[in-house]
């Protein structure tokens, strides 16, 4: 039901930031998890960060203290503040919602980060 759209995405240089934004449109039940996950090419997806409907995050280690993330007050609308990006941050980066009641995760096409001087 829910349809997720990724955006922010780019090319920069590392120790540079980028903003991405998950725009979701449909109902979101709670609880749920919202998230990004990235991809780099020759390798697994991976879980980059989560928040809760509760407001709870969490971060996987390679990205503590540099990422962030966020979600605006209508819940529509999350974001992932990226700073000190680094070369091997440079992955597709996908939003992913699971609806818990559900059992089923619904994922954003993804956006391209490239970091690479």
């Known amino acids: 039901q829910l349809q997720l759209v990724e955006s922010g995405g780019g090319l920069v240089q590392p120790g540079e930031s980028l903003k991405l934004s998950c725009a979701a449109s449909?109902?979101?039940?709670?609880?749920?998890?919202m998230g990004w996950y990235r991809q780099a090419p020759g390798k697994q997806r991976e879980l980059v960060a989560t928040?809760?409907?509760?407001?709870?995050?969490n971060y996987a280690d390679s990205v503590k203290g540099r990422f962030t993330i966020s979600r605006d007050n209508a819940k529509s609308t999350y974001f992932l503040q990226m700073n000190t990006l680094k070369p091997e941050d440079t992955a597709v980066y996908c939003c992913?919602?699971?609806?818990?009641?559900?059992?089923?995760?619904?994922w954003g096409q993804g956006t391209q980060v490239t970091v690479s001087s």
């Open positions: 928040i809760t409907n509760g407001g709870i995050t």
């Open positions: 992913n919602i699971k609806i818990a009641l559900r059992n089923y995760d619904y």
């Open positions: 449909g109902i979101i039940l709670s609880p749920y998890i």
